[in-house]
């Protein structure tokens, strides 16, 4: 007995598949992580990360002039500074790199770009953790205070969303009441809710300069077993204020995604992280697997899972296959 129905009808060719295809992504759906430094070279290589660079401003420039040709809507902003200090006081210095570069992008390309920035500690306090320490750890509320500084600043000098990825908590609340109070009510957050404590970090942390000098950050970033953690940790930051919800790294939790999608019905990005595009370039490089194929199956994977928004180092090479029309 032959089945009754058979699905293999549906999938004899191209145009057939895809006129039922199920999930699409597109360069809209795309955010760019940029690193920029205090240096004299337009950009420096990050061995780690194949084809990824640091940026100088002006070498930024450029490479945001390609980002905008491609479509892709936004990039995500990280701070090089030039010194360090306990306090990390250039994450909210006026004339900080962050804030200069996010003035010379908003300056030239205006809103044919938007402007994510990382509002964070670690790139830029002497001993690479997310705060102010107090007695060895991290003191969340002092932090707080620090966060929201920086992430005005970010706003002052022409950020069109701020994303907090400390996991301080209460930061959510801390910098939604500093923007409001200081006239900026209209910049959105984008908080890294439920951010792990992964394994998967550590090219990131070449490219940022910033691996803590000891201990590691396990004491704020969440562990890797808990879904259900992750739950609370967004339900939180969505009444404190955040108008995005991130789960980081993407690929390695496509289940807390799914169960955040199916929870909560806020626009939800995920961020592909670091050690995902490395493995996936690496092993491309030799041969393993075929990259474009690769790239594309594993960003199928985390929009089929619930994202709205693929924060991913892939963006520009989707961006040309999408602009040479070979997707």
């Known amino acids: 007995m032959f089945p009754e129905y058979r699905p293999r009808r549906?999938?004899?060719?191209?145009?057939?598949?895809?006129?039922?295809?199920?999930?699409?992504?597109?360069?809209?759906?795309?955010?760019?992580?940029?690193?920029v430094r205090e240096m004299a070279e337009d950009r420096v290589s990050?061995?780690?990360?194949?084809?990824?660079?640091?940026?100088?401003?002006?070498?930024?420039?450029?490479?945001?002039?390609?980002?905008?040709?491609l479509s892709i809507p936004a990039i995500l902003l990280f701070g090089?500074?030039?010194?360090?200090?306990?306090?990390?006081?250039?994450?909210?210095?006026?004339?900080?790199?962050?804030?200069?570069?996010?003035?010379a992008i908003k300056k030239l390309f205006g809103d044919d770009i938007m402007v994510i920035t990382d509002v964070c500690m670690c790139e830029y306090t002497s001993h690479g953790h997310c705060g102010v320490l107090k007695d060895g750890a991290?003191?969340?509320?002092?932090?707080?205070?620090?966060?929201?500084?920086?992430?005005?600043?970010?706003?002052?000098?022409g950020a069109d969303m701020v994303a907090p990825s400390d996991m301080m908590d209460g930061r959510v609340r801390a910098i939604r009441e500093t923007l409001d109070n200081s006239g900026y009510s209209n910049t959105p957050i984008?908080?890294?809710?439920?951010?792990?404590?992964?394994?998967?970090?550590?090219?990131?942390r070449d490219a940022a300069q910033s691996a803590p000098q000891y201990g590691d950050r396990k004491g704020y970033q969440m562990d890797p077993p808990n879904q259900r953690e992750a739950m609370r940790e967004m339900s939180l930051d969505i009444e404190e204020g955040a108008d995005i919800i991130m789960v980081k790294p993407a690929l390695f939790y496509?289940?807390?995604?799914?169960?955040?999608?199916?929870?909560?019905?806020?626009?939800?990005?995920?961020?592909?992280?670091?050690?995902?595009?490395?493995?996936?370039?690496?092993?491309a490089a030799k041969g393993v697997l075929d990259f474009k194929r690769t790239v594309l199956e594993s960003t199928i994977a985390?929009?089929?899972?619930?994202?709205?928004?693929?924060?991913?180092?892939?963006?520009?090479?989707?961006?040309?296959?999408?602009?040479?029309n070979s997707l």
């Open 80 to 103: 090089i500074p030039e010194k360090k200090d306990e306090t990390g006081s250039g994450a909210y210095d006026e004339k900080g790199i962050v804030q200069r570069a996010t003035k």
């Open 46 to 69: 990050i061995p780690s990360m194949p084809d990824i660079h640091q940026f100088s401003i002006e070498g930024l420039v450029r490479e945001v002039e390609e980002v905008v040709s």
């Open 138 to 157: 991290v003191d969340n509320d002092a932090t707080l205070e620090l966060l929201s500084k920086s992430a005005l600043s970010h706003a002052v000098a």
């Open 190 to 204: 984008v908080s890294y809710a439920a951010k792990y404590a992964s394994a998967l970090y550590g090219p990131f």
């Open 254 to 283: 496509l289940d807390v995604l799914a169960m955040a999608r199916q929870a909560f019905d806020i626009p939800l990005a995920a961020y592909s992280v670091s050690g995902e595009y490395t493995m996936i370039k690496l092993a």
């Open 302 to 324: 985390i929009k089929r899972a619930g994202a709205d928004i693929i924060i991913t180092y892939f963006a520009k090479d989707m961006g040309r296959w999408f602009k040479e």
């Open 10 to 35: 549906l999938r004899k060719n191209e145009k057939l598949r895809g006129m039922i295809q199920e999930t699409e992504i597109s360069p809209k759906h795309l955010v760019y992580p940029l690193f």
